[in-house]
Structure formats: C-alpha cells, structure tokens
T-cell receptor, first 108, second 118 residues
C-alpha cells in the first residue's frame, strides 16, 4: 500500500531564507505531484515530476525527484510572503495518495 | 471559464438530511475524481470515473455516499442521512486519459463544496 509522508508539517520562516520540504513515499511510484493550497481555496498544481532525477523550477520553487530513494523535495529560494500556503505532495498508485501537507508561513 | 466547476460552493444542512453536489469537469477530460478534505489534512480519495464508468471506490466510503456520472460529463455526489462527521470540503478533479507511459496525467481541481452538518 502506497503511503506518502511529508515533513515538516509546519514551517515558519523569514523572508529571504531558503528551505526544503521533503516528501517520502513507501512503494514504487515514478510520478510525483506538488500542489499548493491557500486557506479556504482549492488545490493548484505546481509540478509533475515524471522520472528519476527530474528537476523542475518555477520562480522561487524548485522540485526534484529521486525514485531510488523514494524522495521528492520542494526547495524554496529567498522566500517571499506570497509563498505562504500549504504545500502537498502526492504520489500515484491507481489514484493520487496525498501527504498531510506542509503549512508554510513566511513572515515579512 | 474552462476549469473544473463545483456547485454549490457552500452547503449547510441538518443532520439526517440528504445532500447532492455537482461537478463539471474540464470538457476534454474523461477522468473525474471526488476527494474529501478536512481541516489540516490532505485530500482523501473517495471515488473516480473514467467516462461514465465508476472504476474505483474507496473501501472507507460509507454506503451513504453515492456518485454518478451518467453521460460521462458532469458528476454528482450524494450523501444520504448526513452526519456531523461528514462535514468537510468535497473536492472534484478531472484529468485526461493516460499517456503513452500508461500513467495518469495531472489532475485539475475545482474550488470545492464546503459541507457543514449541524
């Protein structure tokens, strides 16, 4: 049974700092998704990682996938307040299996 | 607007009443998913359709929950005899068919229906 774990679950950081969110999954899944959710809103797709070693970047966010380690990371560079949100990773079995989310608060 | 739309956005109902939610997926998507999300948690899979066929249903899903997608376009999710524990955000998502690698493609989510059972 595929399980997905994220850490940390909560992160408070200052603007301008760098940090990484980790997503571990328990069984083979060579497709990994990252989504963003603002309070009371739905989920916005950020990245789809398709293969081992995949790296994708959008603005201050960069996601990577290591299928051998069953690990994906979401790296935030020089954080800004607008990136405050909850970030979810999800791996695919027959449907998406989600992590619990990382609530990110970026203080001005 | 060509995204996934859900209706209503909010629903408050008394315990024991039945409720029905609607989801209109992106028109060219043939897969449609229902998820439930409670505060502070990730989405929990409920069921999914490919065209009009319901291909999978979570074993955690009570018999009080039923979903349909009669013409392979919009879908409805009905909850009978609602309980306070049913209070949650109900999310619908759609995606296109599997790609050449045999894997499902990215899912796009609607704004959700927030259900409050009092």
């Amino acid at each position: 049974e595929l399980k997905v774990e994220q850490n940390p679950l909560f992160l408070s950081m200052q603007e301008g700092k760098n940090y990484t969110i980790y997503c571990n999954y328990s069984t083979t899944s060579d497709r990994l998704y990252w989504y963003r959710q603002d309070p009371g809103k739905s989920l916005e797709s950020l990245f789809v990682l398709l293969s081992n070693g995949a790296v994708k970047q959008e603005g201050r966010l960069m996601a990577s996938l290591d299928t051998k380690a069953r690990l994906s990371t979401l790296h935030i560079t020089a954080a800004v307040h607008d990136l405050s949100a909850t970030y979810f990773c999800a791996a695919r079995d027959y449907q998406l299996i989600w992590g619990a989310g990382t609530k990110l608060i970026i203080k001005p | 607007d060509t995204g996934v739309s859900q209706d209503p956005r909010h629903k408050i109902t008394k315990r024991g009443q039945n409720v029905t939610f609607r989801c209109d997926p992106i028109s060219e998507h043939n897969r449609l998913y229902w998820y439930r999300q409670t505060l502070g948690q990730g989405p929990e899979f409920l069921t999914y359709f490919q065209n009009e066929a319901q291909l999978e249903k979570s074993r955690l899903l009570s018999d009080r929950f039923s979903a349909e997608r009669p013409k392979g376009s919009f879908s409805t999710l009905e909850i009978q005899r609602t309980e306070q524990g049913d209070s949650a955000m109900y999310l619908c998502a759609s995606s296109s068919t599997i790609d050449r690698e045999g894997m499902n493609t990215e899912a796009f989510f609607g704004q959700g229906t927030r259900l409050t059972v009092v």
